[in-house]
């Protein structure tokens, strides 16, 4: 008759005995709202990294750019001075207004309606006070500077080429002064040049509509 022990029982593994018993980590996460936090979490790189890198001998420069931006005054501008020199000078510089009118519209009464997006922490991104500008209550996309800076740069550039390249690179110039001075993030920066792309196909349209209708009357 076997005697009874009093040791321990041994019984069959209940938990993890090894590398295949543990649980997979979960997968990350996909579809539209995470492609969209990714662009947004580039987006903030972006802003951080300009804002951390030292640009004394661009900050005053780019502060002015973008204060004389404000109601595309510099554009209002160069609109003077095309539409006195008469000709075709004159109808770019009618149809670059238009283009300025639907992008100015189009940002403010559509696009930062419909996004909402709040303006960037400047303070937290400690941008510099070298840089500032007044910060806009308005939403911060698109950048309605930019809209209206690149719609009337292409407008005026598609019937005035040798217009074309000194008015792009001032339109973008103002488009880079808003993320400097820390009032948008260049997501902000690249809608508002779509839009303006954009703004200036339909005021060229409108402009070829209307020129067509003369033609026929």
Known sequence: MPEPTNGPVNEPPTGPTGPADKVPPAPPPSGPHAVLADLRAVDGALYAAVAATPTPALDRGLRLLSNAADNSKISFAVAAALALAGGRARAAAFVGV???????ASANLLGKRLVRRPRPDREAARVTV????????????????????VAFATAVGVILPPAAVP???LAWAVGYSRVHTGVHYPGDVAGG???GLGSAAVALAGASAWARRGEIK
């Open 167 to 169: 008015l792009s690179i």
């Open 193 to 195: 040049a779509v839009l």
């Open 98 to 104: 238009g283009a300025i009118g639907v992008a100015s």
């Open 130 to 149: 070298d840089r500032h500008v007044p910060m806009p209550s308005s939403a911060s996309f698109p950048s309605g500077h930019t809209a209206s800076a």
